[in-house]
């Protein structure tokens, strides 16, 4: 079974700065297959980047996706007020069929 | 536009059933595949399971021998059974579809406590 890492656990930015949320992944995962995930408090999780990079309907452009093999991470190029919560990503497996990442916290500092 | 809501007791006890349900409304269920999904309070996290319209199934390992998963395209429902829960199965619980690698349509999330 594939584990996600997230790093960093929580990460403290000022609105306007650029956040770089990482995920690592104990095996090879497809890009075709890693995704990433917003949850505010007491929301659903929301899907931003999918297939790696590709950015879901209604996702601002300030929300990138990167990454291949073991190594995937989300950027948000200039931070907006809406966007401090918790991110995670995700991988289409077989068995399980959807892992995720235990999360990032991006806080306000 | 496709909206999933969860139904069903917020309240279970020790050893009984967990019984949910997630509506399908905007879309037909008879495409994609369907998932349940938990969150303990305070964590990340965990799929449980898949099913499609014809009832095949895939599920957690970690849950594996207690889920059962149903769904009824008449209704444009899909269902959620776990049995012998104990107070480490308290969690929001979310119903999601699925497309391809993906989870796009989340429902807003039901909370089970389990508790005596």
């Known amino acids: 079974e594939i584990v996600l890492t997230q790093s960093p656990g929580t990460l403290s930015l000022s609105p306007g700065e650029r956040a770089t949320l990482s995920c690592r992944a104990s095996?090879?995962?497809?890009?075709?297959?890693l995704a990433w995930y917003q949850q505010k408090p007491g929301q659903a999780p929301r899907l931003l980047i999918y297939?790696?990079?590709s950015r879901a309907t209604g996702i601002p452009d300030r929300f990138s996706g990167s990454g291949s093999g073991t190594d995937f991470t989300l950027t948000i190029s200039r931070l907006e007020p809406e966007d401090f919560a918790v991110y995670y990503c995700?991988?289409?497996?077989?068995?399980?069929?959807?892992?995720f990442g235990q999360g990032t916290r991006l806080e306000i500092k | 536009q496709v909206q999933l809501q969860e139904s069903g007791p917020g309240l279970v006890k020790p050893s009984e059933t967990l019984s949910l349900t997630c509506t399908v409304s905007?879309?037909?269920?008879?495409?994609?595949?369907w998932s349940w999904l938990r969150q303990p309070p305070g964590k990340g996290l965990e799929w449980i399971g898949y099913?499609?319209?014809?009832?095949?199934?895939n599920y957690n390992p970690s849950v594996k021998s207690r889920v059962t998963m149903s769904v009824d395209t008449s209704k444009n429902q899909f269902s959620l059974r776990l049995s012998s829960v104990t107070a480490a199965d308290t969690a929001v619980y979310y119903c999601?579809?699925?497309?391809?690698?993906?989870?796009?349509?989340w429902g807003q999330g039901t909370l089970v406590t389990v508790s005596s």
């Open positions: 095996q090879s995962v497809s890009s075709s297959y």
């Open positions: 995700q991988e289409y497996g077989t068995s399980p069929q959807y892992i």
């Open positions: 099913i499609y319209k014809t009832g095949i199934t």
């Open positions: 999601a579809r699925g497309q391809g690698s993906m989870l796009d349509y």
């Open positions: 297939v790696a990079s």
């Open positions: 905007g879309g037909s269920i008879s495409v994609y595949y």
